[in-house]
């Protein structure tokens, strides 16, 4: 089945005229006059009648013209929804995050820009957001200390610094501008699953400096980490990015080598000119 023969049947069909249907089509009348009759001759059957003032659909005309008309419209139709993606008035954009905080402003303005675009957010740990770019469940994602692959495109989002999450009137609040790392060595502390970028950072520069805390319980939240340091079981470690009003707990700098996090916007290096990925990494924050 020849489908430039079919469209030219179509448009003909729509319009009651071979000029108009060429002008519909861009292509000249013999071109579509040629269409038709190698359509009818292919199938021994005869569909349109042409008279002295329009083009007429017989019994068998009318009845593919109900098939063609349908085709054809799906297709406008899909036409119509890809041009409307093209423009950024609809789309959807599967998006990762190993964490809220520098993704929902950005998400924020993405909506103000382009109200029609749909986004699926998941969040998860470092290794599952890397996961989810690398395997395209992920169109993009903000990434915590991944290190540079090739196929990867990263841009930097800024830095965040590893902070001491300690109870209102803890001895250190007197030291508002923060705590040294050296004063962590035996101090009992509530902490993040290994798992955790915040964790490993903490524990690489614990290494790297001799220091050994005591780790009382290793938790699998930020909101659980929190809520142990209000019931005063330790001290806990949280990153600057991820603070909240609470006023049970305060935040305070770990001063010391190692303790600042690298985050970043990613996307495979390949898709990275789509139009929709383009749009959202024109939209981060440097830092």
Not at 71 to 97: S, Y
Not at 177 to 186: A, S
């Amino acid at each position: 089945m020849n489908l430039f023969q079919l469209r030219a049947f179509d448009a003909v069909a729509r319009e009651g005229s071979f000029t108009r249907a060429a002008a519909r089509l861009f292509i000249s009348q013999p071109a579509v006059t040629g269409h038709i009759k190698a359509l009818e001759e292919h199938y021994q059957i005869t569909l349109l009648r042409r008279t002295a003032r329009r083009v007429e659909l017989t019994e068998e005309g009318t009845k593919l013209a109900a098939i063609t008309r349908a085709m054809f419209g799906l297709a406008e139709e899909a036409q119509a929804m890809l041009e409307a993606n093209r423009q950024l008035l609809t789309g959807r954009l599967e998006v990762a995050a190993d964490g809220p905080h520098l993704v929902m402003p950005m998400l924020a303005s993405l909506r103000e820009r382009y109200p029609g675009v749909t986004v699926n957010l998941r969040l998860g740990n470092a290794q599952e957001t890397l996961a989810a770019l690398l395997s395209e469940h992920a169109d993009v994602a903000v990434l915590t200390e991944v290190e540079p692959r090739k196929g990867l495109h990263l841009q930097s989002l800024g830095e965040s610094r590893i902070c001491a999450l300690v109870p209102q009137g803890h001895p250190w609040l007197a030291e508002p501008e923060g705590v040294r790392l050296e004063r962590l060595d035996q101090v009992i502390m509530v902490l993040r699953e290994p798992g955790s970028i915040t964790r490993r950072t903490f524990d690489t520069a614990c290494a790297q400096a001799g220091i050994n805390p005591k780790v009382l319980l290793e938790l699998d939240s930020r909101e659980a980490v929190t809520e142990a340091v209000a019931a005063q079981l330790g001290v806990g470690v949280v990153s600057s990015l991820e603070l909240s009003p609470d006023p049970r707990v305060r935040a305070l700098p770990i001063i010391g080598e190692g303790l600042l996090n690298r985050h970043m916007l990613g996307c495979l290096e390949r898709r990275r000119e789509l139009r929709l990925i383009q749009a959202f990494l024109g939209l981060a924050p440097t830092g």
